[in-house]
């Protein structure tokens, strides 16, 4: 149970005057659909409880954000919600140790935006368990250009790292390239001296996807559709964010002693596979998540973002957007018309 929360600093004459704007998601009695999203003024009275107040400087639209704000998902599963799954702000008022007004903090999922008010807001009450200090060499709006898609297609890398796929091993394959966990996945890799292949729906976007490190561009249809259980060796790793028919055509052309990072659903939840690529190549499938990864893994994923990302690709795959802006862009990326990464600035 978490303590309860500060109440607003600025009072005058009894009344709080820290107002502020929020995207706010209802939901009636009785109704299996979420009512349409809606900008809302509220206070902090109106937050959850938490033992850090953040007042948030950036944020972002995810995939899962999306899902969230359209309900075209069941994201959010309380009401009324603040939806957002990332911020980047200023500790305002804090009862923990770790973190003391005008920190800089970072926060990436933990349930936020689903089952506690979110990042879509001007200020955030949460857990201080939750936050990480702003990583050295980072900005803000840089954070949050990375975002959870950024940070994810880091603990991808790491994951087929650990699993043995160097750059020697041969060339890995990216899926949703021109997306958001895609566009970072290729601009780490390239840097980190792999062979990239992306694949993707947008064959207009390919000289965006060669800038970032792409050396091959392959058309997603070849990778959508129902495929033999195995088929010929194409390269030695994977990160994969459509799942479905794409993931397993991933596998089934995946090299021998190879590995495949699994972190997203685009095309599908569905996994129409067989065991023939683990039990006939020794193929690995490493699954991925950002939501409850460990603080540990956090801090060694954006060490290494700090280290291995290239901030003028990030700055290339970035559209900065105001918050009057979030509701339409969050259809947007749920009909893949997003390129990269957004990013909210809050003002
Ligand atoms: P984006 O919308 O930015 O990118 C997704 C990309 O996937 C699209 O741009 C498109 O790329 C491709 N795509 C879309 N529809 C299909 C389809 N039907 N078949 C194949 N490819 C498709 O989203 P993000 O990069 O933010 O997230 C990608 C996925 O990863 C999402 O499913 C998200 O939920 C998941 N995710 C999971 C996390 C975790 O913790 N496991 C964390 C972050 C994200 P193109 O146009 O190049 O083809």
């Not at 704007?21 to 009636?28: E, F, Q, R, Y």
């Not at 001007?122 to 060499?137: E, T």
């Not at 990239?196 to 976007?205: D, H, K, L, Y």
């Not at 690995?284 to 893994?297: E, F, I, N």
Request: proline share 5%.
């Amino acid at each position: 149970m978490l303590p309860r929360h500060h109440k607003p600093q600025h009072q005058k004459g009894g009344a709080a005057v820290d107002r502020f704007k929020a995207i706010w998601i209802t939901k009636d009695e009785g109704e299996k659909k979420q009512n349409p999203a809606a900008v809302r003024e509220i206070t902090l009275d109106d937050l959850m409880d938490g033992d850090v107040t953040v007042r948030v400087g950036h944020t972002t639209v995810n995939y899962k954000d999306g899902l969230a704000v359209t309900g075209r998902s069941p994201v959010v599963r309380r009401f009324p919600m603040i939806p957002g799954i990332d911020l980047a702000g200023t500790v305002t008022a804090s009862t923990r140790a770790e973190f003391k007004p005008g920190d800089a903090v970072l926060l990436n999922g933990w349930g936020v935006g689903e089952t506690h008010m979110g990042a879509y807001a001007g200020m955030a009450r949460l857990s201080g368990d939750w936050l990480i200090p702003l990583p050295k060499g980072l900005t803000g709006a840089e954070a949050m250009a990375i975002g959870t898609a950024g940070y994810t297609a880091m603990l991808c890398v790491l994951a087929l790292e650990r699993a043995g796929v160097t750059p020697d091993k041969g060339p890995v394959v990216v899926t949703g390239a021109a997306g958001g966990v895609g566009s970072v996945a290729i601009a780490v890799l390239s840097k980190l001296g792999y062979t990239v292949i992306a694949s993707t729906g947008r064959a207009s976007e390919e000289a965006y996807l060669r800038d970032l490190g792409a050396s091959d561009i392959i058309d997603r249809a070849e990778l959508s559709e129902p495929g033999r259980p195995m088929g010929k060796e194409r390269w030695a790793g994977g990160i994969d964010v459509a799942g479905s028919h794409t993931l397993a055509n991933v596998l089934a052309q995946t090299q021998y002693g190879g590995a495949v990072a699994a972190c997203g659903l685009a095309q599908g939840m569905d996994l129409p596979s067989s065991v023939a690529p683990f039990i006939l190549r020794g193929v690995s499938l490493l699954g991925v998540d950002s939501v409850m990864a460990p603080k540990p893994r956090r801090i060694e994923a954006y060490d290494r973002l700090v280290a291995d990302l290239d901030m003028a690709k990030l700055a290339e795959m970035t559209t900065h957007i105001g918050f009057d802006d979030i509701i339409d862009n969050a259809s947007a990326i749920l009909d893949g018309k997003i390129r990269g990464r957004l990013v909210v600035d809050m003002g």
